[in-house]
């Protein structure tokens, strides 16, 4: 897929999940989240975190962190999700509407498997059904499966081979895992809220 088109799903994921976030009642903003102690404030503030980003903020964060990426990620999403109210929130999402910057040290794809995974991190909890592109979902999870850090989908899924049902994809070897693209994103990315809607052998290796 080339970058423009990325871009596009981009745009079109983010301005669907402001949709979604705009209609949410105070109590479903503090709703906990797929993400082990993140709200669903949280997550929405740092998925729109992206275009924002620049270096210095970050290496900034990294040293609070003492070096920990995944704490400073935590501590800055949580950070944000309190400072700022749900409309201010939304307002960055319409604010930052077809920005085409994407954190320091990042591909186009990076931000294309953030919203595509964040959005279900916050619709599951709520119970809200949100289908996830097929293509876009692609290429997401090929940028997982490629990337070492953080997800380490390789050494996880060790054993397992992923078989999407509903279009010609598949990752690994070993006992096979199927289902649909949006829910083997979800795998990839080390969550299992969507094992249960798996099938095949390798499901129980999944937990």
């Known amino acids: 897929m080339d970058t423009e088109t990325i871009w596009h799903h981009i745009d079109a994921e983010r301005a669907s999940l402001a949709d979604l976030l705009s209609g949410l009642t105070i109590e479903q903003w503090d709703t906990p989240s797929v993400c082990p102690g993140w709200r669903v404030r949280d997550v929405a503030a740092h998925v729109i975190?992206?275009?924002?980003?620049?270096?210095?903020?970050?290496?900034?964060?990294?040293?609070?962190?003492?070096?920990?990426?995944?704490r400073m990620v935590y501590e800055e999403a949580r950070r944000a999700g309190s400072q700022y109210a749900p409309a201010e929130i939304v307002?960055?999402?319409?604010?930052?509407a077809g920005s085409r910057r994407h954190p320091p040290g990042t591909t186009t794809a990076d931000p294309l498997l953030d919203v595509l995974i964040h959005t279900q991190d916050i619709a599951r909890p709520l119970g809200?059904?949100?289908?996830?592109?097929?293509?876009?979902?692609?290429v997401?999870?090929?940028?997982?499966?490629?990337?070492?850090?953080?997800?380490?989908?390789?050494?996880?899924?060790?054993?397992?081979?992923?078989?999407?049902?509903?279009?010609?994809?598949?990752?690994?070897?070993?006992?096979?895992?199927?289902?649909?693209?949006?829910?083997?994103?979800?795998?990839?990315?080390?969550?299992?809220?969507?094992?249960?809607?798996?099938?095949?052998?390798?499901?129980?290796?999944?937990?």
């Open 91 to 96: 307002a960055q999402y319409r604010e930052y």
């Open 128 to 138: 809200i059904r949100r289908d996830v592109p097929v293509n876009a979902a692609m």
């Open 140 to 207: 997401a999870a090929e940028r997982i499966w490629t990337k070492a850090f953080p997800f380490k989908a390789r050494k996880r899924l060790a054993g397992v081979r992923l078989v999407a049902t509903d279009c010609a994809w598949s990752v690994g070897e070993g006992a096979e895992v199927r289902g649909v693209m949006g829910d083997l994103l979800l795998v990839l990315s080390g969550r299992t809220v969507s094992v249960p809607e798996l099938t095949g052998r390798g499901v129980d290796r999944l937990s």
């Open 49 to 70: 975190s992206s275009p924002q980003a620049r270096v210095w903020p970050v290496v900034r964060g990294l040293a609070r962190a003492r070096g920990d990426f995944n």
